[in-house]
């Protein structure tokens, strides 16, 4: 094998890629090719770092629980410290969103680890919450903050103690796969890659990155969402206060190291790029928080935003291309990619390998098939 030959070529060093890797590298050859000069910039780097159990659809929450042991009892060979530290969630009723917040407890409550909390209770958890229009809360207590530099570094050490390599500054520009020689050739300002089998973990690019390889697209969207750290009023030590969230997932707030991240969970349709928050957004989050607590909003200590990508039905893609054999996806994490990245990245290197996942599958009640990339081209009448 000359230098830049390898036997996976993973795109896109953000937790999925960098996951995934770090999975195959104690089996094969694999080298993460990143555009950026460091991992983990674009969505990775920009979430809220919220471990949910019942957060998003069935699939996302199988794999989610799946992912529990790995966050709250990890490895001390992978991490030295904790990857995650307990935090609450609150959903908040409001009587202006009565619907929203019944619509919720009867869909929620009989499903979880969640508790039904009076209004008073919830201002005790949250002293900063305004009483007058609150109709009560439900509290998850499983919840948890993500340290998510850890997660992600830890991966890369795993890849690189066992001889994996993450280049920066490699931005896939074009591939080709060798029918002759059965091998993608991948063209990067670092010279050709050459591998049988291409990763797709370029998150919000990964339908460009299928376009360089001739690769039929899912059809991925990427959305937009803000987040701003304010300051908590003087006076008041916010570091256990929970994740506040309205019950119709308009705004949410929680405590990061002294101040308070605010969110109004926007959704916006966006190209893929190296997304910035709109003003609007900033400002409506700021007025949400300021409606809900009374909290003014003097000064924005910082801003950002990152893409949660999606395909339709808000399950991830993860399985090899049904047309293209060598090329496989791990796109479409959405909302979710940190949290569920443990049972992910194990059972996407799994799936490259050809090995067994008839248990894992089993254990998570859910199918090869809702995460295959081979649901999406089905006519539509066929998708369950
Ligand atoms: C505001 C916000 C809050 C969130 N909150 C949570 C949360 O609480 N919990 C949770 O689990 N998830 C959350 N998420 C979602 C989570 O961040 C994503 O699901 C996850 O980071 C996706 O990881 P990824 O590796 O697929 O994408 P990315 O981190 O975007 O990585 C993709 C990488 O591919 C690279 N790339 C693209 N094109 C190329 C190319 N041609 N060549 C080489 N490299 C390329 C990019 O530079 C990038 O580094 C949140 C997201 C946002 C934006």
Redesign the pocket.
Known sequence: MDENEYDVLV???????TGIAAHLAPSCRVAV????EQ?????????????VAGYGNRVVRALTLASRKFFFSPDPRFCEGALVNKRKIMIIGRAEKREAFEQFVAHELPAGNLEWISAEVALELCPVLHLDGLIGAVLDVDAAD?EVHALQHGYIRQLKSHGGQLFVN???EGATFDQAAGRWDVETPLGVFRAPILVN?????AD??AA?AGVKPIGIEPRR???ALVDVPEGLDSKDWPMVLDADESFYMKPDAGLLLI?PADETLSEPEDVQPDELDVAIAADRLQQLTGIEVRRIKSKW?????FVGDRSPVVGFATENPGFFWL?A????????APALSSLAAKLVLKLPVHDEFEAMKIREEDLSPARLYQPAEQVR
Do not use: C, D, N
Not at 33 to 36: A, Q, R, T, V
Not at 305 to 309: E, F, H, I
């Open positions: 795109v896109g060093g953000g937790i999925a890629g090719l990143e555009m950026e991992p983990g910039l674009h969505s990775t780097g920009r979430s809220a770092a919220l471990f993500i490699a931005r896939v973990a370029a998150g919000a690019w460009e990155v360089k969402r803000t987040a969110s935003a990152g893409l949660r990508s796109a994490q959405g909302g979710y990619g940190i949290q569920t």
